[in-house]
Nanobody, 116 residues
Framework: QGYLVESGGGLVQAGGSLRLACVAS????????MGWFRQGPGKDREFVAA????????DYANSVKGRFTISRDNAKNAVYLQMNSLKPEDTAIYYC?????????WGQGTQVTVSS
């Protein structure tokens, strides 16, 4: 059975940086485009960033473009999200999943809180 485990969240001041990591089971990651998603307080879950299996192609939500960078290391079964210039509106629980997401794979996520 596939799994995804997110880590790296925390409390940071506006303008700061965090690097999120997602470790996946091999069967979850192999040949799959992967993405990061987030759910802020009182909001629906939304797309943040995606990366192709080989890593050559990436896509970002307009709200994070130029500040966030998605990457992956298939040898380590891992996907990363480097977040710079964080804003209070980036506060959310961040999740990784395939892209498009598979509902059976949602994990616990990792909380990111950005203080002003």
């Amino acid at each position: 059975q596939g799994y995804l485990v997110e880590s790296g969240g925390g409390l940071v001041q506006a303008g700061g940086s965090l690097r999120l990591a997602c470790v996946a089971s091999r069967d979850t990651l192999v040949s799959a485009p992967m993405g990061w998603f987030r759910q802020g307080p009182g909001k629906d879950r939304e797309f943040v960033a995606a990366i192709s299996w080989g890593g050559a192609s990436t896509d970002y939500a307009n709200s994070v473009k130029g500040r966030f960078t998605i990457s992956r290391d298939n040898a380590k079964n891992a996907v990363y999200l480097q977040m710079n210039s964080l804003k209070p509106e980036d506060t959310a629980i961040y999740y990784c999943n395939r892209n498009p997401p598979d509902d059976i794979l949602w994990g616990q996520g990792t909380q990111v809180t950005v203080s002003s």
